[in-house]
Structures are given as C-alpha cells and as structure tokens.
C-alpha cells in the first residue's frame, strides 16, 4: 500500500491495479474491500451534502454524451468496476502537467487564467446559509508541483448566478485549450475497465473521463463502478483557499479535506401509492374477552 500512495504522489499520478475477483463477492462485500483499501490509502471524505462517502456510479440514459476532462473535489478517487461499460466506452487519463505544458507551449498568455479565482457551482450541495457557488483558483504552483482543479461543467453552470463574473471570451479559449488537448490522442491514456480493476487517481496530478458509448443498453448492461474519494495520509501542501470560500469545505468531520461539507438533511421518504396519507386498512379479528 506504501508504494502505491508513493506512486500516486510522486510518481505517475495513478496506479491501476486487476485481477480482483468481485465475481466472488456480493455488491455490500466489493464495497467493504473497496473501504478497507482506501483506509489503508487515506481519509474518506463525503461525497455530497447527505455524507455519502461511498457512491456508486452507473451509465445514466444518455451514455452517448461526451463528458469534459476533470478532477474532482478531493485529493484521492479510488474506483472499484464491478460491471465493465462494453461498446467502445473507456476511462481516459491524461496528465496536469502535460495538459499545463502544451497550454504553455501553444497559448502562454492564456496560462495565467489557471491561477485567477474561478466559480464552481456547488449544485445545491452548500452548507445552510452558504454561497451556491466555490470561489477557487484552478492551479496552485509549488516549485515544479503542479496541483490542478478542473470541471467545466461546474465553471459553466455557475454562470447561471448573476452574482458571478461572466467568463471572459479569454477564458473560455484557455477551457476550450485544456478540453482538446486532455482529449488528443497523444496525451491521452485509454483503459479499458474491466470487472475487477481497481483505479486510483491523484486528482490534483490526473484528469480524467469517459468516451462515450456506442450504443444504449439496458439498466442490467450498464457500467457499475464503485468510488472512494480520500484524503491521503500525508497529504500534499495546498493552500486553504484551494478548496473553496474561505475554510468550509475544509470540512474536518473525519479529518479529511476537500468533499462536499456534509449537512444535517432528512432523506425523504418513497411516496406511497394511492392517494397521499392513506394508508389500507385492516380488519381486526375477534377481541376475546377479558378474563375476570
């Protein structure tokens, strides 16, 4: 376990581990070794507001939409393929510092819009009383360490608050920059999941997506994988403001960083059939008198 937190720090960013086999266990027991890995790796941190720390990520109906390259809102993804995507649908890797490097080499005055402040839309995900949105640089810079953070979904939908800047014409070339490069063949790294790998990711070292399916399969064919955002044990230096407004993603519940600061929500109920607050009644049987 040592060398593979080594190697997601220090050397390539990620490390893809097969040959698990899941066909021995049941969907709660993947799930417990996936967690008993990632503890061994680091802190588990929530993955949304509920204080889900272990989700499950399945094809959706449109599995034909081509994803933007990202990281997501953690150090550490460990992701755990119980089901394989099929139809020419892939996990595509590509790394930060390539991706920083050829902005640099084709666009270099673009390049200094990574380090501004950018919005990221919380999608409703925001403590009570909290801002909708994640005020954040995209990259922080240590010496020859590059740390990236980067969803165009996210920077786009933020867009829809009037209290947010409008993305200049300059920003949106340095996104449109880093989506086509991230996605060009010669950066890019395709693998193939399959049931069994376990992937794990530096997310501030690697982005990543998914290529598109080429067909639409039904819910039993669809790609079901489990995930595991985490705070390694020894984390890399960052600078508070790199998770958000000032500190409330640094959420420390568990002693992690980074997530979705979890909040106290009531999960609610599955509405019942038939007419709301009805509930069938039943017959009582015979009362058997009381005996004197």
């Not at 959706?60 to 990281?71: C, E, H, Y």
């Not at 996104?175 to 950066?187: G, I, N, V």
Request: charged share 25%; glycine share 10%; proline share 10%.
């Amino acid at each position: 376990m040592r060398a593979l937190a080594d190697e997601l720090e220090s050397g390539r960013g990620f490390v893809l581990v097969r040959g698990i086999p899941v066909e021995r266990y049941t969907e709660e027991e993947a799930a417990v070794l996936l967690w008993g890995v990632g503890q061994h790796l680091g802190i588990p941190v929530s993955q949304d507001a509920t204080g889900h720390m272990l989700g499950h990520l399945r094809d959706g109906p449109d599995v034909r939409a081509v994803p933007s390259p990202r990281t997501e809102a953690a150090d550490a993804l460990a992701l755990l393929c119980l089901r394989a995507a099929g139809s020419g649908a892939r996990t595509t890797l590509a790394s930060s510092a390539a991706v920083h490097n050829a902005v640099l080499a084709d666009r270099p005055d673009l390049l200094d819009g990574l380090s501004r402040t950018h919005f990221l839309d919380r999608r409703g995900e925001q403590l009570p009383g909290g801002l909708p949105w994640q005020a954040v640089p995209l990259a922080h810079r240590d010496g020859e360490r590059l740390s990236l953070r980067y969803d165009r979904g996210r920077l786009e939908s933020a867009q829809r608050y009037p209290e947010v800047p409008r993305l200049s014409a300059a920003e949106r070339e340095l996104f449109d920059l880093m989506d086509e490069t991230a996605s060009c063949a010669d950066l890019r790294l395709d693998i193939d999941l399959t049931p069994g790998d376990l992937l794990l990711l530096n997310n501030h070292a690697v982005l990543h997506a998914r290529t598109p399916r080429e067909d639409s399969p039904g819910p039993a064919h669809r790609c079901h994988l489990l995930q595991v955002w985490l705070t390694p044990h020894q984390p890399r230096s960052l600078p508070p403001e790199f998770w958000g407004n000032g500190h409330d993603d640094e959420h420390s519940c568990t002693g992690g960083r980074g997530g979705v600061a979890p909040r106290d929500v009531i999960t609610p109920h599955p509405p019942t059939k038939g007419k709301p607050h009805v509930r069938p009644l039943r017959t009582p049987g015979a009362i058997r008198p009381v005996p004197r």
